[in-house]
């Protein structure tokens, strides 16, 4: 059974940092995109950042370039997301995905459920 798994989740003032992971199992993910999305509240669901399964192409929504980094180990299947100087807007859901392209993550053939990520300021 796949399974992707968010970790580092958690409470944090505004100008912090936090790290999540998302782990995966069931399969190896190291010829998948990976990417995390975030949905606030009455709002829909962003990607804000998206690596692609080599690691070479990285991209980000703007309202996070600089702040945040994508990553990956692919030995251990598992895409990192390194929030820096975080801002209540920041506040969301995160949750990871996975697709199966060359490219970076479009459609996503596999979800995580999510993990709370609130800022206060």
Same mark, same amino acid.
């Given at each position: 059974?796949?399974?992707?798994?968010?970790?580092?989740?958690?409470?944090?003032?505004?100008? !912090?940092?936090?790290?999540? *992971?998302? @782990?995966? #199992?069931?399969?190896?993910?190291? /010829?998948?995109? =990976?990417?995390?999305?975030?949905?606030?509240?009455?709002?829909?669901?962003?990607?804000v950042a998206a690596?692609?399964? !080599?690691?070479?192409?990285? *991209?980000? @929504?703007? #309202?996070?370039?600089?702040?945040? /980094?994508?990553? =990956?180990?692919?030995?251990?299947?598992?895409?990192?997301?390194?929030?820096?100087?975080?801002?209540?807007?920041?506040?969301?859901?995160?949750?990871?995905?996975?697709?199966?392209?060359?490219?970076?993550?479009?459609?996503?053939?596999?979800?995580?459920?999510?993990?709370?990520?609130?800022?206060?300021?």
């Amino acid at each position: 059974q796949v399974q992707l798994v968010e970790s580092g989740g958690g409470l944090v003032q505004a100008g !912090g940092s936090l790290s999540l *992971s998302c @782990a995966a #199992s069931g399969r190896s993910f190291s /010829t998948y995109a =990976r990417g995390w999305f975030r949905q606030a509240p009455g709002k829909e669901r962003e990607n804000v950042a998206a690596i692609s399964w !080599g690691g070479v192409i990285t *991209s980000y @929504a703007d #309202s996070v370039k600089g702040r945040f /980094t994508i990553s =990956r180990d692919n030995a251990k299947n598992t895409v990192f997301l390194q929030m820096n100087s975080l801002k209540p807007e920041d506040t969301a859901v995160y949750s990871c995905a996975a697709e199966r392209t060359l490219g970076t993550i479009k459609r996503p053939d596999y979800w995580g459920q999510g993990t709370q990520v609130p800022v206060s300021s």
